[in-house]
């Protein structure tokens, strides 16, 4: 194997230490002692002002080291308190300042023991504080993509080609299995290899689709068991059809083995997920059982119902990458694309189409078959307004035997070099139709009526309903379907006297939060 030189997305260390305060770990040590941890918004911003000023100036990698082993202890700080609980919709509310300010302290600190790696290698360094850098530099890129999940924003484009680099370099130079010991909460997987599986099947289990919070116990849950999954080399005698699989070369974040175009590389690894599966499964009915899931990995304020639900749902994902069983839309073909609660409804409402004011959220794209658990969108336009992660999105397809509109909520967005953007979007199934809300305090036509829609579908013989209303908070990640009681005292749906008297309207909906 032939050992590379990571390119890592580092700023410049262009300014000297004269211009500083003395750049010492000993300096630096009291300044975060200093900061004003009653302000903790105040406190992140210089924190992150301060490591972004250091990674700008040239120290010595003695030094360095020393200096982001300061910034660990004041990162914990910051993480822990802004860190979505799971027993509440949130742990403290964050202003969009404040959730940037998050963000760039991670960036940050990975590109900490980013440039500590790179002077390493160039001084040709090697064993085990080597193998402690690229641990250091996963982990904390680990957490840039925890914070964009957590957030429902696209990560930095940069983030899975230096995972993938790191991970290489690590394997090549004989370093993945150095146990690194570091304690971190939540559990990270102490060997690089262990912690590169974790990351990977936390992406695996598309985590757009988990609640706020969930993921950080889903990734605690994987810093037990990620060495249960099998991270091969390929060969051509080996079946690959229990296995998806990610690509050391390219930016490419895990992917299934019946992906509608597999790359062909010479650093393809396999990534056999049975053994955790099975796993998972065991822990499952022993929570059916009456087992605590502290016992399994995952923390006391997870009760058992929960953790079978997120681990159910994450396994489901795994096992689709593995066979790609569920639902698709098999086209490759022009679609109509509509986005918005309000627009959707005014497509589906002739009659005041033509007025309709937000029917600039309209663009025609290609339906491509590359997205599992749902379909891709290739769209003509590359900045489209207010289209979102967690936004409900329409399209149709005349390639489709019986033409009529798709709803789906969007769940990732990609721009691609020629200006286009692709658009992963989870499918909801279901026939949709136009309906009205109205306040039953306030019964009456003209305002009083809100847009929305309403899903219908069969199960097990019996027709359910689903509302999406226009306006409220929908918690992002929880299922897309309501069952509708007969019985309620909120709201009237006026859908051609189909239900009347729906509870929880504001709960199921898709504004942005």
Known sequence: MTTQIPQLHTPPQEISRSTLFAATPKAVKHELQELPLGNIPTALQECTKLLSLLNRTQIAISDRIGIMQSFDY???????????????????????TETANLMQLKEEMANGYKIILQESLN????????????YMSLYYLSHCLLHCYDNFQQHPSYI????????????SRHLHQVTVGQVFEPVT?????????????????????????????LFNYLGHWSKYVMLDQQFESEG???AFMVDLNHADKPFSNHSHQPPQSAELRLINSKKLISLVEQHIHSLSSGSSSTSIGMPAAINSEHAIDLLQ??????QQLNYRQDLRIPVTAMAGIVWGIHSIHHLLTPSTIETDPHNQQKTTGKMMNESHGGFCLRLSQSDLKNLYNGQV?????????HPHWILGIVRWQQNTPNSQKLVGVEYIRGAIRPIKLCPQDRPGPGDNYRSGLLVT???NGRQQHSVLAASGVYNTGREMHLDVPQQGKQYDVRASELLTRTPLIDRFSFQAA
């Open 313 to 318: 749902k994450a396994s489901q994902c795994w």
């Open 240 to 242: 690959t059809d229990n």
């Open 160 to 171: 899975w080609s230096e995972i993938n680099q790191l991970y290489f370099l690590a394997e």
């Open 74 to 96: 004041s990162y914990r700080v910051f993480e822990s308190y802004y860190r979505p609980s799971i027993s509440i919709k949130y742990l403290r509310p964050k202003k969009a």
């Open 457 to 459: 579908q069969r199960n």
């Open 189 to 217: 997987a102490n060997t690089s290899s262990d912690l590169f599986k974790q990351i990977l099947m936390l992406e695996g289990a598309n985590p757009y689709q988990l609640n706020s919070g969930e993921h950080w116990v």
């Open 393 to 401: 999105i329409a399209t149709r397809s005349d390639r489709q035997s």
């Open 123 to 134: 001084s040709r360094q090697g064993g085990r504080s080597l193998a402690t850098h690229i």
